[in-house]
């Protein structure tokens, strides 16, 4: 095959992850060794708008270091956009990588990035513009297709069994005197992924959180007052994870707002401080809410080793396959065992990636449907690394026999 010349460009699209410039840097600097083939490698800057804009960076021209340094960066370093791409913005999106003889896009971001992506391929294919066009994925929310995992989630994963065990904690410590409801609200919208992952953090039965609720799952607030009435019985304390995408029997959003973002998605949040109104006004036993928002997935202090590295390798494997002669993929991560754990990289058509979503398996889900089971936590493990456990402990508090009547105040 002949070697097709000409210039790169790569951009970012989507909420960012704690690893996203990683895969940035994969595809830079993978770039950076093929001057024989990339007459320049270039950055979009926020996504797709800086090709219709024009507000394009030489990446050649920065320091090594700089680039480098992208790997203990979070967030996004080339910026990002929501945009829907119309017939307009195509043929806008055509002239610009004609103009600068743009030969190689790289695309790096979620569900809708990768229909982005799909659009442009088949743009550039019926136009007979030879290019090569990549997906490059991440997202905290993990329902990608066609791909075991995603880059960016296990980051946000571990975020979320963290904060769930200790906020548990806090919860438990003032159980008897403060607020013993705790509701822990996660970023999800079709997806409960990240929900889910808060079941890795615990160690015995009262650790947090007792009760998991996931789009997956039909939601009815009398069930959940039942839920969490017997838990309370029972430990006399409750940590509650919920997706801000549950949805009635019905298949309507819990909650939502009147806004929609730019691909028609309405806007969610605010389940957390439902659900723990619910409880205080239903149950009379006071709750609270802990909303991390952007926090689940910008925390790089909290990042997963193996999350990092497979950020960097899926976009460093985007190039590699561009210079094979591939287009109109997404490079997926193909798992090969658990224990040990083993992934590799493969491609995944574009026009099966886009516009579809994945679930959590019925088969990962406890029977009760508040809870995961083992199937879940053997594939979520490994994405999340060692949590640091310091083997937390619980006194026994050996009671003292008491002297005086009691204190009826």
Request: proline share 4%; glycine share 8%.
């Amino acid at each position: 095959m002949a070697t097709l010349r000409g210039k790169l460009v790569v951009a970012q699209s989507g909420g960012p992850t704690p690893v996203f410039n990683n895969s940035a840097c994969g595809v830079i600097q993978e770039a950076l060794k093929h001057d024989d083939v990339f007459d320049g490698v270039y950055g979009a800057v926020s996504g797709v708008m800086g090709i219709l804009h024009e507000h394009l960076i030489d990446l050649r021209k920065e320091k090594p270091a700089t680039i480098e340094g992208l790997r203990k960066t979070p967030a996004t370093a080339l910026g990002t956009c929501r945009r829907k791409l119309n017939e307009q913005d195509m043929e806008r999106i055509l002239a610009v990588f004609k103009a600068h003889d743009i030969r190689y896009f790289f695309y790096n971001g979620g569900n809708d990035s990768m229909d982005t992506a799909n659009k442009i391929n088949q743009m550039a294919t019926a136009a007979n513009y030879d290019m090569r066009v990549f997906g490059i994925p991440k997202t905290v929310d993990n329902d990608l297709v066609e791909t075991d995992h995603c880059p960016g989630f296990g980051s946000a994963a571990r975020f979320m069994a963290l904060s769930t065990r200790d906020a548990g904690r806090d919860t438990e410590s003032g159980a008897l005197t403060t607020t013993p409801v705790c509701v822990m609200e996660a970023m999800g919208r079709d997806a409960g992924w990240l929900t889910a992952s808060a079941a890795i953090g615990r160690q015995d039965e009262k650790d947090a959180p007792h009760l998991i609720y996931l789009p997956e799952v039909p939601f009815t607030i009398e069930k959940f007052l039942n839920d969490v009435q017997q838990v309370y019985d029972r430990l006399k304390f409750v940590v509650i994870a919920a997706s801000e995408g549950i949805r009635t029997p019905d298949g309507n959003l819990l909650m939502k707002s009147s806004s929609l973002d730019a691909f028609g998605h309405v806007q969610l949040g605010g389940v957390g401080d439902f659900l723990a109104k619910l409880v205080t006004e239903k149950l009379k036993i006071k709750a609270r809410a802990n909303i991390a928002g952007t926090i689940q997935r910008s925390l790089i202090s909290a990042s997963s080793p193996i999350d990092l590295e497979e950020a960097y390798l899926v976009g460093q494997m985007g190039v590699k396959y561009a210079l094979e002669g591939h287009s109109g993929y997404m490079v997926s991560l193909v798992r090969e065992s658990d224990a040990p754990y083993r992934c590799i990289t493969g491609l995944a058509p574009l026009d099966k990636v886009a516009n579809a979503a994945k679930s959590i398996p019925a088969d990962m889900i406890a029977p009760n449907g508040t809870d995961m089971n083992d199937n879940f936590l053997r594939y979520v493990t490994p994405l999340v690394g060692e949590l640091s456990v310091s083997n937390y402990v619980r006194l026994e508090k050996h009671a003292v026999a008491k002297l005086l009547g009691a204190y009826l105040r």
